[in-house]
Structures are given as structure tokens and as C-alpha cells.
């Protein structure tokens, strides 16, 4: 993957897009302990040169590879890019477009953010295709592209039969940009790890609707381990922490002080805590109704999961569903 670095670019959605990026297949892993089997992706980003390049804005862009290195990118993307709105953009980039044309020609998905756009229409990638762009460009795409079919008031536009073309609009963007590829590439679940992670969409509810359950302690009582590898399989069932201590052969009071100084966990925590990431899971993937799923992962009572996944959540079962089924590559 190539981020096109050019002095009019921006350092910080260059550099927050290589971070998203180098994290996709591994950071969920280690944040939660959850073994994940994802794709991976490589960043890198490439330029005239390898030297360093002061961007407009005064902050420091350094390629890993250089445009003469012709290594072929499945996907290269194109920053937002800070322009005089009233200069022509003829002639600025004369070596990024002749790469960007070249690695098209071989295949390559070339996207934009925001004003990267200008460099696309500049290079003739846009002529007849739908687009987008920031809302400040739109009277320099009416003024000299007029055959971009521009729909500004998008923020994400695939373009082609193939898709081979994928405009973002404001500087923003680029985080629906990224959780679109990594849908495309590397599934929809790990999009949505991803959104987890680095809390990209609607924050009015807090941190809670992008919690997940993290990494227990790790800890040398056999004891307790054993019950923590039978209720990863029993969840569901009634009574699970009177079951785990019968279990693990100690009195009801000392399972309890050593569960939690095992784990950092009270028993019951720890088993709501299981119960409430597996009907994420289902929530997130399936159009099981709410009540089924209620009853799945150990509740009777389907109020009494609304309330304790409210509670614990932030947010209720059905808007939970909403906010994590979007992650489509057709959304």
C-alpha cells in the first residue's frame, strides 16, 4: 500500500493512515488477548525521493521508497492536499501523476482524501466518473474538470465496475476511507476491531460502545485457569460461578479472593463480561432478534440483559446493532 507523500500533503493523515494500517491483523490481539485471523497490511509511503520533505504546513513527510523504486502497490492513496483554491494545479505533479497513471495502468485501486481528489482529476483518473472531494473544491472541479460527475455531498465514492477508484471527502474522511479498505481486504470484522481500537464514529456515547473485554492477568494458579477455560465454553449456563468454584474444589470465599487476584476480575464480572462480548458478536454479525440472543448467552430474562448491556455498553442492543453492521464494503 502507497501513501503518496508531495509537499502539499498532510503529514498528520499521511501518518494516521500508515499507523491504522500497521495495526490491522494485530493490535486486537494484543490489546484483548483474542486470537484473530486477519490479513495484514504494509503501509508505505512514497515520494520523488527518500529524502525528507517539508510539507506546506511545516511538518516533516520521509518516504520509505521513492517513485523510481517501480514496485508495484495494490492500493495507493492520495492525502488530503492544501492548495492556493485560486492557482492552477497544471504541472505541480508532474512525476506523482506519471507514477499514479503507471501503477493504475498495472492494476493498482487508487484512492484520495479530501482535496486529494485534485491530483486524481489532474491526471485525467476521474474523466467521466462519479466523485467527491472537500466542499471548498467544489467551484475548482466546476471551473477546470467539468467531466468529473462530482457528487460533493457524498463522503465516500467508489467508482467503476471494479472499484477502482475511491474518493473521500473532507480531511476527515480518511478514517471511512481506511475501515473501507481494511473491509474490502481484510473483512468486516477486522474493520470493526479496528473502529474499536481507535474509536473512529459517532464518540456521543463515550468510550463504552467501543470497549471490548481486555486481556486478562496472566497467572500461574492451575486452579483457576481450569475454570477459566470451562466457562470460555459454558458461559451460557445457570449458576456458572457457583459451578466454576464446585469446579475448582475451594470454599465459595476463597475461589472468589482468588479469581479476582488472578484475573483482576470478580467471578460475576468476568462472566457478564464474556456473556456481553459473545452478543456483541452476534449483534455485530447476525439479525438474530435481541431476545434470542439474550437467551444464548445466559439470560431468561431479556430485560435483564437489555439493562446489564446498556449499563455496560453504553449503548442499547439495537443501536449497538446499527452502529456495527454498517461495516460493508457496499455501505
Known amino acids: 500500500m502507497g501513501l503518496l507523500a508531495v509537499p ?9 493512515l500508515h499507523e491504522v494500517f500497521t495495526c490491522v491483523g494485530t493490535m486486537w490481539q494484543t490489546l484483548t488477548g483474542d486470537v484473530v485471523r486477519s490479513r495484514q497490511m504494509l503501509p508505505r509511503i512514497v515520494g520523488a525521493s527518500t529524502d525528507m520533505i517539508r510539507t506546506s504546513l511545516g511538518m516533516p513527510l520521509i518516504p520509505d521508497t521513492s517513485f523510481d523504486d517501480r514496485a508495484q502497490m495494490d492500493v495507493i492513496i492520495v492525502s488530503d492536499l492544501f492548495l492556493d483554491p485560486e492557482s492552477s494545479q497544471n504541472d505541480l505533479w508532474p512525476e506523482a501523476i506519471a507514477w499514479l497513471k503507471a501503477q493504475h495502468d498495472h492494476g493498482a485501486i487508487i484512492c484520495s482524501v479530501c482535496t486529494g481528489s485534485l491530483m486524481l482529476a489532474q491526471a485525467g483518473l476521474l474523466d467521466g466518473r462519479e466523485a467527491t ?17 462530482l457528487q460533493a455531498q457524498k463522503v465516500l465514492v467508489p467508482s467503476g465496475p471494479d472499484h477502482d477508484i475511491i474518493t473521500s471527502g473532507g480531511s476527515a474522511s480518511w478514517t471511512d476511507l481506511s475501515l473501507y479498505l481494511i473491509s474490502r481486504f481484510c473483512g468486516e470484522d477486522e474493520a470493526r476491531r479496528i473502529s474499536k481500537v481507535f474509536l473512529f464514529g459517532d ?59 488472578s484475573t483482576g476480575y470478580t467471578p460475576i464480572d468476568y462472566v457478564q463480561s464474556l456473556r456481553v462480548e459473545e452478543a ?52
Not at 502539499?8 to 494516521?16: F, L, N
Not at 471551473?143 to 468529473?148: K, L, S
Not at 470497549?211 to 451460557?236: F, K, L, T
Not at 452476534?282 to 430485560?303: C, F, H, N, Q, W
Request: glycine share 6%; with cysteine; charged share 30%.
Open 8 to 16: 502539499e500533503a498532510s503529514a498528520a493523515v499521511i501518518y494516521g
Open 133 to 149: 472531494t472537500h466542499w471548498s473544491a467544489r467551484d475548482v472541479f466546476d471551473r477546470h474538470y467539468p467531466e468529473v460527475r
Open 203 to 261: 464518540r456521543s456515547q463515550g468510550q463504552l460502545p467501543f470497549a471490548a473485554m481486555v486481556r486478562p492477568r496472566q497467572h500461574q494458579d492451575a486452579s483457576i485457569a481450569e475454570c477459566q477455560g470451562w466457562i470460555a465454553e459454558n458461559y451460557h449456563v445457570s449458576n456458572p460461578v457457583a459451578e466454576m468454584a464446585k469446579r475448582s474444589g475451594l470454599t465459595d470465599r476463597t475461589f472468589k479472593r482468588r479469581f479476582r487476584a
Open 280 to 331: 456483541k458478536q452476534m449483534l455485530e454479525t447476525t439479525g438474530m432478534p435481541i431476545d434470542e440472543i439474550a437467551e444464548k448467552v445466559g439470560y431468561e430474562d431479556s430485560g435483564s440483559f437489555r439493562r446489564l448491556f446498556k449499563r455496560t455498553v453504553g449503548a442499547s442492543a439495537q443501536r449497538y446493532r446499527q452502529r456495527y453492521q454498517a461495516y460493508s464494503i457496499d455501505r
